[in-house]
């Protein structure tokens, strides 16, 4: 069994009580987002940015509530069965864009001010995608976040999945903390060259 996060890697352990080997994170095609998508301090702007599936372990209901508080824009991507119920709830800072081109979701990506990561994940590949870009992270503390995530370095963390906590986060992020050539550093540890050659490791010691 090969774990795709330290997350798993723990479940593994404790649910299956099997040997398995080290992690191996899913290869994310940080070169593609980069070239298309490259952030600049003169080209984000006012907005913050949900990438996911609208069904509910994602949380997405979670940052909208946090928003709909804060005032400050939301722009929501991704399409799936919470679509109208969160629509619902949303206030006019709340913005709805659904499935989008892979160019214009990198430039959405290095666009805004962070990605909100509000669920528990294996592993997060839109978290990557995000700092491929050097976009930072505004994500809950658990899940395969604990690996893409630098705390303080390429984004920061809440501690619990409730309105207040995120909106602790939002209030305290200043994208002045953050340097976009450091995001991008960390994201090309995910990249898919590095995969290969970690899978073609793993394949010849068996």
């Known amino acids: 069994m090969i774990p795709i ?3 798993v890697k723990k ?3 404790k649910y299956y009580k099997r040997p398995q080997g080290d992690v191996l994170f899913p290869p994310v095609d940080v070169e593609r987002l980069k070239r298309v998508g490259k952030r600049k301090k003169s080209n984000f702007g006012e907005y913050f940015l949900i990438v996911s599936r609208l069904v509910s ?3 997405v209901d979670l940052a909208i509530k946090a928003f709909n508080r804060i005032g400050k824009t939301l722009v929501v991507v991704g399409e799936g069965r919470q679509m109208d119920q ?3 709830i949303s206030g006019p800072n709340i913005h709805f864009l659904g499935r989008v081109e892979d160019r214009e979701l990198a430039q959405l990506y290095s666009g805004a001010q962070a990605l909100i ?3 528990i994940e294996d592993f ?3 978290s990557v995608e995000s700092q491929a870009v050097g976009t930072p992270v505004i994500a809950f503390k658990k899940g395969g976040a604990l690996d893409t995530v630098i705390d303080g370095q390429t984004g920061i963390f809440f501690n619990r999945q409730r309105i207040t906590s995120l909106i602790r986060a939002v209030n305290r992020f200043d994208q002045n ?3 976009p050539e450091k995001i991008v550093q960390n994201a090309q540890r995910f990249g898919k060259s590095r995969f290969q050659e970690e ?3 793993i394949i010849s010691s068996i």
């Open 57 to 59: 372990y994602k949380k």
């Open 199 to 201: 899978f073609r490791s």
């Open 124 to 126: 997060g590949i839109v």
């Open 117 to 119: 990561f509000p669920q």
């Open 177 to 179: 903390d953050f340097s």
């Open 5 to 7: 996060s330290n997350d």
């Open 86 to 88: 969160l629509r619902r």
């Open 11 to 13: 479940r593994i352990d």
